[in-house]
Nanobody, 121 residues
Framework: QVRLVESGGGLVQPGGSLRLSCAAS????????ITWFRQAPGKEREGVGC????????NYQDSLKGRFTISRDNSKNTVYLQMNSLKPEDTAVYYC??????????????WGQGTQVTVSS
């Protein structure tokens, strides 16, 4: 079965850190760009950032620059989203998606279950 599995979410205090994982099952991530998305309650799913197949990464939102970092370990078939200095507004379900280039939510055909991140004191 070909799928991406997100994990690593949880409850964290403001200012804390989490590292999310996006693991591929049934296929190799080599050659694919991975885009991270998030969806907060009552809001649309939005892009967080993307890492290209070659390892280049960029953040979509200015508010995330310097706090979120995307990396990949192709030997583990996994992409990571390191989140530091977390804020309550980062609370959301986080998803990842694979495509031949960085993508947008409207073009993703299938979503995983996501991983819940809750930032609260």
């Amino acid at each position: 079965q070909v799928r991406l599995v997100e994990s690593g979410g949880g409850l964290v205090q403001p200012g804390g850190s989490l590292r999310l994982s996006c693991a591929a099952s049934g296929f190799s991530l080599d050659g694919y760009a991975i885009t991270w998305f998030r969806q907060a309650p009552g809001k649309e799913r939005e892009g967080v950032g993307c890492i290209s197949s070659g390892g280049g990464a960029g953040n979509y939102q200015d508010s995330l620059k310097g706090r979120f970092t995307i990396s990949r370990d192709n030997s583990k078939n996994t992409v990571y989203l390191q989140m530091n200095s977390l804020k309550p507004e980062d609370t959301a379900v986080y998803y990842c998606a694979a495509d031949y280039s960085c993508t947008i939510a409207q073009l993703v055909r299938s979503w995983g279950q996501g991983t819940q991140v809750t930032v609260s004191s």
